[in-house]
């Protein structure tokens, strides 16, 4: 997977630890509701002060998602197959938009460290590792293909969100591979 | 179409001899052309050609990206940010005894030390 680091780095190297947000917009109800999904990104180099001035334009917008077709002129049949093909639409495509964080567990190899010039001059031996990916419920459930108004991350179900659980009995971690 | 600062430009006689742009796409086109990843990179069209969203539409499914470690190269290097950059993690504390440690920016945070740095190497 893009998140696991199996090893930390070698002295010397700096981890430029990639922060990427995204949301789908609705734009417009006329010819048959335009919608946007941008994929933004930023580093987390960058001090919280300085990346939440949108002035400073420290936030890139990398990809445009497309919008898969609307599931109400599907018939009830296929709906669950249309699923299936929206989710493997959307895993090719951010497959292929971070490809290049991707690398081989062999220490050795070179695969996925850059040398970036840095603001103060010096050229630096970076690791680029997707670090977080910041969007709302309803965007979770989209990029994971949950229901809506499901817990994200443990297998809870829907009518027993907000009870008390114990220690000793918390609900399992969803496992996202098996979406 | 001629404006002041074409003629500036010319008595200056500096190398920039462009007439003055029409529009913005103008500039963005130049900006992008820059050598050496010194600007964003521009952004491509792409076609996933074996996948379809199913036999009612057959039009291809295109999306819009830009290379996600040129944006990273840009971010980099910009001036602007070199106060506010920072390159390796932190511990910052508020007091000596007890140790009170404060997490506030994310290289002040566990995630961080515990993927840079090694283990043996810790202090």
């Known amino acids: 997977m893009l998140t696991d680091v199996k090893s930390t780095l070698t002295v010397g190297d700096t981890l430029v630890p990639l922060i990427v947000m995204s949301d789908g917009t609705h734009l417009s109800n006329f010819a048959g509701d335009k919608k946007e999904w941008?994929?933004?990104?930023?580093?987390?180099?960058?001090?919280?002060?300085?990346?939440?001035?949108?002035?400073?334009?420290?936030?890139v917008m990398v990809a445009l998602l497309p919008i898969p077709i609307k599931n109400r002129n599907i018939p009830q049949k296929w709906l669950d197959e249309q699923r299936q093909t929206n989710r493997k639409v959307l895993n090719e495509i951010l497959r292929?938009?971070?490809?290049?964080?991707?690398?081989?567990?062999?220490?050795?190899a070179e695969s996925g460290y850059y040398n970036v010039l840095c603001a103060d001059g010096n050229f630096r031996r970076c690791k680029p590792v997707l670090a977080a990916w910041l969007a709302d419920?309803?965007?979770?459930?989209?990029?994971?293909?949950?229901?809506?108004?499901?817990?994200?991350?443990?297998?809870?179900?829907?009518?027993?969100?907000g009870d008390y659980v114990p220690p000793d009995k918390k609900h399992p971690r969803r496992d996202h591979n098996l979406y | 179409?001629?404006?002041?600062?074409?003629?500036?430009?010319?008595?200056?006689?500096?190398?920039?001899?462009?007439?003055?742009?029409?529009?913005?796409?103008?500039?963005?086109?130049?900006?992008?052309?820059?050598?050496?990843?010194?600007?964003?990179?521009?952004?491509?069209?792409?076609?996933?050609?074996?996948?379809?969203?199913?036999?009612n539409h057959q039009r291809p499914i295109k999306y819009w990206s830009r290379g996600?470690?040129?944006?990273?190269?840009?971010?980099?290097?910009?001036?602007a940010y070199t106060e506010h950059f920072i390159c390796a993690p932190q511990c910052c504390?508020?007091?000596?005894?007890?140790?009170?440690?404060?997490?506030?920016?994310?290289?002040?945070?566990d995630w961080w030390w515990e993927t840079q740095v090694r283990r043996d190497t810790r202090v």
């Not at chain 1, 933004?40 to 334009?57: A, C, D, E, F, V």
């Not at chain 2, 052309?33 to 964003?40: E, Q, R, T």
């Not at chain 2, 504390?93 to 945070?109: I, K, Q, V």
Request: net charge neutral; hydrophobic share 35%.
């Open chain 2, 93 to 109: 504390f508020n007091s000596d005894t007890p140790p009170n440690r404060l997490y506030t920016e994310m290289h002040t945070a």
């Open chain 2, 68 to 79: 996600i470690i040129k944006s990273m190269k840009w971010l980099m290097r910009q001036p």
């Open chain 1, 96 to 108: 292929r938009v971070l490809q290049l964080l991707t690398f081989k567990q062999n220490p050795s």
């Open chain 2, 1 to 55: 179409m001629k404006t002041y600062y074409d003629n500036v430009l010319k008595e200056e006689n500096t190398a920039l001899h462009f007439p003055s742009f029409k529009n913005v796409d103008g500039v963005q086109k130049l900006v992008a052309s820059m050598p050496d990843d010194l600007a964003l990179g521009e952004w491509e069209l792409h076609t996933l050609e074996d996948m379809k969203w199913n036999d």
């Open chain 1, 38 to 59: 941008p994929v933004y990104m930023t580093i987390g180099n960058l001090s919280s002060k300085l990346r939440q001035m949108p002035s400073t334009h420290s936030v």
């Open chain 1, 137 to 161: 419920c309803p965007e979770y459930s989209d990029l994971h293909h949950l229901e809506r108004h499901v817990c994200l991350w443990c297998e809870c179900p829907k009518n027993k969100l």
